[in-house]
């Protein structure tokens, strides 16, 4: 009886909460005013039942747009948060160091990483984390590295070279893959990956990234998931999560090379090093407390540096790739009168601030990074103070958001965005002014990426080499949808059955 009598008053006592709670975020809550439904006012399951179960055909990116066609550019999407869709408001949102914003603790959770920069979400913590790693990436650093990067874009062209004589094409997105987290963890924490040594292991790696890009879904409602996995005994992995021993992998080896550089110092560096790497730079740092330089919180960093940087960089050439490709008697056709011009010798190394002076391989470089426009999670930030949209004020501390997807693909902003128009980003554009206003492929304000300049290396770099070298053409069998985003995964994704971007090639030299 007692029992009974205690589940029945459990069951009420937890409805009776829960109708308040709905009533109270519906009508009194402080966002009550703002324009958006009813539903997603009062729970934030709604986010969790489109995202988990209605996917790959729905997800919630998509849903938010849809809202936005119905109640206006500003948008309450949970029970918490502000959705803005309008570009020119991008840099009020993320804004300078005028401007102090928190990161939303659910976004920040997203990774595993709760103590690298992209998991902090206290304004001065993250600007004092971040203000010791940035001497890392500067210009000077990242042009000391030049010699790195070739050295990693050598290695790539023979595995290109090499698939194409075994199976009549290669596969770029792994290959490239592969290079960038060679290049960025030797330039990040002093030990390449050696993935371009490894085809077997590169693409384990390749399938450990889709499945971690799969479960950001899963980890953006639960966040303790992907903590769960970390720990689990690796004999328990093999058997229900192989594909993500690499990751794990990855944690113990970041965590490894912190412990070292905390007890040897910072190591010497071979003739293909980088600079420096990211645990000494911490290390270092006169402005971080010892508190801040204990191993398990420093390798955190390192290994968003890798799995992030890598990622991202790999999407860029592979679209770059693509769509040169794709309009052969244009854009690759004037890249290549560009590129014999500037390079007489293919096999010879310029330096990248040559590179960087051509200007159609950087129109092609910066509309790569606009139209694969790939950030499509929104980027929720709590600013300190009130902000005004337009005739609506916003408290202070409210987690407001915005999807640089939607800016870099606004046909206000860029005509025809959806298309590939290098010519948009010359000087002779007129309007280019305002297309670099909101050009947000790296973010924008204080949180943006802080891998920025070597990201842009990684690209003039192996872009230049690739169609000086080789004599690419697309693989018959691609189409535009093997690269097209088709699922929200933080970064976009394409389809699980997509084959990537295959190519073959005539060597010219």
């Given at each position: 009886?007692?029992?009974?009598?205690?589940?029945?008053?459990?069951?009420?006592?937890?409805?009776?909460?829960?109708?308040?709670?709905?009533?109270?975020?519906?009508?009194?809550?402080?966002?009550?005013?703002?324009?958006?439904?009813?539903?997603?006012?009062?729970?934030?399951?709604?986010?969790?039942?489109?995202?988990?179960?209605?996917?790959?055909?729905?997800?919630?990116?998509?849903?938010i747009a849809r809202l936005h066609d119905i109640y206006g550019p500003i948008v309450r999407i949970n029970p918490h948060e502000l959705h803005v869709r309008d570009s020119k408001w991008v840099n009020t949102l993320y804004s300078g160091p005028s401007g102090k914003r928190d990161k939303y603790p659910p976004a920040a959770l997203l990774t595993g990483t709760p103590?690298?920069?992209?998991?902090?979400?206290?304004?001065?913590?993250?600007?004092?984390?971040?203000?010791?790693?940035?001497?890392?990436?500067?210009?000077?650093?990242?042009?000391?590295?030049?010699?790195?990067?070739?050295?990693?874009?050598?290695?790539?062209?023979?595995?290109?070279?090499?698939?194409?004589?075994?199976?009549?094409?290669?596969?770029?997105?792994?290959?490239?893959?592969?290079?960038?987290?060679?290049?960025?963890?030797?330039?990040?924490?002093?030990?390449?990956?050696?993935?371009?040594?490894?085809?077997?292991?590169?693409?384990?790696?390749?399938?450990?990234?889709?499945?971690?890009?799969?479960?950001?879904?899963?980890?953006?409602?639960?966040?303790?998931?992907?903590?769960?996995?970390?720990?689990?005994?690796?004999?328990?992995?093999?058997?229900?999560?192989?594909?993500?021993?690499?990751?794990?992998?990855?944690?113990?080896?970041?965590?490894?090379?912190?412990?070292?550089?905390?007890?040897?110092?910072?190591?010497?560096?071979?003739?293909?090093?980088?600079?420096?790497?990211?645990?000494?730079?911490?290390?270092?740092?006169?402005?971080?407390?010892?508190?801040?330089?204990?191993?398990?919180?420093?390798?955190?960093?390192?290994?968003?540096?890798?799995?992030?940087?890598?990622?991202?960089?790999?999407?860029?050439?592979?679209?770059?790739?693509?769509?040169?490709?794709?309009?052969?008697?244009?854009?690759?056709?004037?890249?290549?009168?560009?590129?014999?011009?500037?390079?007489?010798?293919?096999?010879?190394?310029?330096?990248?601030?040559?590179?960087?002076?051509?200007?159609?391989?950087?129109?092609?470089?910066?509309?790569?990074?606009?139209?694969?426009?790939?950030?499509?999670?929104?980027?929720?930030?709590?600013?300190?103070?009130?902000?005004?949209?337009?005739?609506?004020?916003?408290?202070?501390?409210?987690?407001?958001?915005?999807?640089?997807?939607?800016?870099?693909?606004?046909?206000?902003?860029?005509?025809?965005?959806?298309?590939?128009?290098?010519?948009?980003?010359?000087?002779?554009?007129?309007?280019?002014?305002?297309?670099?206003?909101?050009?947000?492929?790296?973010?924008?304000?204080?949180?943006?990426?802080?891998?920025?300049?070597?990201?842009?290396?990684?690209?003039?770099?192996?872009?230049?080499?690739?169609?000086?070298?080789?004599?690419?053409?697309?693989?018959?069998?691609?189409?535009?949808?093997?690269?097209?985003?088709?699922?929200?995964?933080?970064?976009?994704?394409?389809?699980?059955?997509?084959?990537?971007?295959?190519?073959?090639?005539?060597?010219?030299?």
């Open positions: 009886m007692l029992s009974y009598e205690f589940f029945w008053w459990a069951t009420w006592l937890s409805i009776s909460y829960g109708l308040l709670l709905g009533f109270y975020r519906v009508y009194l809550h402080p966002l009550a005013k703002f324009p958006g439904p009813k539903l997603t006012a009062a729970t934030g399951w709604y986010e969790t039942y489109i995202d988990l179960f209605q996917r790959p055909r729905r997800n919630f990116t998509d849903e103590e690298g920069i992209f998991g902090t979400v206290p304004h001065d913590l993250h600007k004092l984390r971040r203000g010791a790693i940035n001497p890392l990436f500067s210009k000077t650093n990242v042009a000391a590295a030049v010699p790195m990067i070739f050295y990693h874009t050598d290695k790539l062209i023979a595995r290109v070279k090499g698939q194409v004589a075994r199976d009549g094409f290669a596969e770029m997105r792994a290959n490239c893959l592969a290079f960038t987290t060679d290049t960025v963890a030797q330039y990040s924490t002093g030990e390449s990956r050696k993935l371009l040594d490894d085809e077997a292991l590169a693409a384990q790696w390749r399938r450990s990234m889709t499945n971690l890009s799969n479960w950001t879904s899963v980890g953006r409602h639960f966040s303790w998931v992907l903590l769960l996995v970390l720990i689990m005994p690796m004999a328990l992995l093999r058997r229900v999560f192989p594909d993500v021993i690499p990751m794990v992998k990855l944690h113990q080896d970041m965590l490894s090379l912190a412990l070292q550089s905390i007890i040897t110092g910072p190591k010497s560096k071979d003739a293909n090093s980088g600079p420096s790497n990211v645990f000494s730079t911490i290390i270092a740092s006169d402005d971080l407390p010892p508190s801040e330089k204990a191993a398990g919180r420093i390798s955190q960093e390192g290994i968003v540096l890798v799995a992030a940087g890598s990622e991202t960089a790999a999407r860029t050439i592979t679209t770059a790739i693509y769509f040169i490709l794709k309009n052969r008697s244009t854009v690759q056709a004037r890249l290549e009168e560009e590129l014999e011009w500037a390079i007489p010798n293919p096999s010879s190394r310029p330096t990248l601030k040559d590179l960087q002076s051509l200007p159609w391989l950087s129109a092609i470089i910066k509309e790569s990074l606009r139209i694969m426009a790939l950030p499509t999670m929104r980027f929720p930030l709590m600013p300190h103070e009130p902000l005004q949209y337009d005739d609506w004020v916003i408290p202070a501390r409210t987690p407001i958001s915005m999807t640089f997807r939607e800016v870099l693909l606004d046909d206000k902003i860029f005509e025809n965005p959806h298309e590939f128009h290098p010519e948009r980003w010359l000087d002779s554009n007129p309007n280019l002014e305002k297309l670099s206003r909101h050009f947000v492929a790296f973010g924008r304000g204080n949180r943006m990426c802080i891998g920025m300049n070597l990201a842009y290396a990684e690209l003039y770099i192996v872009l230049a080499c690739l169609f000086r070298r080789l004599r690419l053409r697309l693989h018959d069998s691609i189409l535009g949808q093997n690269l097209d985003i088709m699922r929200d995964c933080f970064v976009g994704e394409t389809l699980q059955d997509a084959k990537g971007l295959r190519v073959m090639y005539e060597y010219t030299q």
